[in-house]
Each structure stands twice: as structure tokens, then as C-alpha cells.
């Protein structure tokens, strides 16, 4: 089965440090990998997404992610951290072996950006 | 450009009462999805579509009906409301392997 943790519920960073939001995952194939913001009373918003290719990808606001296949991760980075950029971040997978399957999400890390 | 559009945004509903909520997508997407988020749980799929007249259980399905009868809609019902259902609400749709579109959820509390 597929499977997504976060490890960190909470990652507080000052305004202008770099941040990294983790993510692990579980498949029995070849990993799709996304990363999702929800802002306070929103929906979630598309960050960005692995689906083959160059394994650092880019995406909105800044954003960046690197898959790493031997440690099975898609952490989220960004080099300097806004005080907008405090949210709820949610990675998620889907096998690519099970073709169009639901998205499973991890349980979400609440990022605060502190001025 | 509506996207995904989730009514009603907000209910209180009495233990054992019925409702329906309504998911429209305009993006002629072929595939539908319900979610509810708790508090650190994340995000856990009730049910979902892969198209018109299709619908299949996730993660969570119980207490929960859903039908597709068109392809733009997707309805969930809850036949006699828990305490248990309280929890956002949230409608997503897809063309592809590439991601989801999500609405902007429905709050319900059952009392």
C-alpha cells in the first residue's frame, strides 16, 4: 500500500532563514509526488509536483523540491522564508505502477514563519 | 472560471439528521473526490469517481453514500448524522495522474 509521512507537525523558521518541510513515502512502483499549502479556511492549492526527469523540481512562491529515490523522500524547501509563507503543507503519492489511484496525503506540517 | 465549487460551505446538523453535499466542477474533469480533514489526521478519502455513473469507497466510507449521476457533479450524503462526522469537507477533481483541483470545503458540525 501507498504511504506518506511527515514527520514534523511543526517547523518554525525566522523570516529570510532557508526551510525544509519533510516527506517520506512508501510504493510499490515508481512514486507521483505533490506538495499542497492550504491557508487558513481555503482549500488546498497545487505547489508542485515529481513525476519523472530532474529530481530537484520547482515550483510556486519560490518552492523547491528534491526527490530522493534511495531515501525515498520529497522534502520542500525554500531558500528564504516569507512571513506569508506560514501555512499547512501537505506532501502526497500515488503509485504509478496502480495507475490512476486517489492521491494518499501525509497528515500535513504547519509551517510558521516568524518576523 | 468557478473550478471547484463546494455547497453549502457551512452546516450544524442534529445527531441523526440527513444532508447532502454538493461538489460541481466546470473543468470537465473525469474524476471526482471526497475528503475530510481532522485535526492531525491529514487529508483521509472517503469516496471517490473515476466518471459519470462510477463511484468507489475509500479509506473512511462509512456513514457516507456518494453518486455521480452527472459528470460535473458529485454528491455526498450522510443518511443519519454522527457526532463522529464532524470534520471539513473537501471536493477535488482530476483529468490525469497530475494533481488535483480542490474546493474551498464545507465545515459541518453535528451536534
Known sequence: AQSVAQPEDQVNVAEGNPLTVKCTYSVSGNPYLFWYVQYPNRGLQFLLKYITGDNLVKGSYGFEAEFNKSQTSFHLKKPSALVSDSALYFCAVRDMVRGNTPLVFGKGTRLSVIA | ?111
Request: hydrophobic share 30%.
Open chain 2, 1 to 111: 472560471n468557478a473550478g471547484v465549487t463546494q455547497t453549502p460551505k457551512f452546516r450544524v446538523l442534529k445527531t441523526g439528521q440527513s444532508m447532502t453535499l454538493l461538489c460541481a466542477q466546470d473543468m470537465n474533469h473525469e474524476y471526482m473526490y471526497w475528503y475530510r480533514q481532522d485535526p492531525g489526521m491529514g487529508l483521509r478519502l472517503i469516496h471517490y469517481s473515476v466518471g459519470e455513473g462510477t463511484t468507489a469507497k475509500g479509506e473512511v466510507p462509512d456513514g457516507y453514500n456518494v453518486s455521480r449521476l452527472k459528470k460535473q457533479n458529485f454528491l455526498l450524503g450522510l443518511e443519519s448524522a454522527a457526532p463522529s462526522q464532524t470534520s471539513v469537507y473537501f471536493c477535488a477533481s482530476s483529468s490525469d495522474y497530475y494533481g488535483y483541483t480542490f474546493g474551498s470545503g464545507t465545515r459541518l458540525t453535528v451536534v
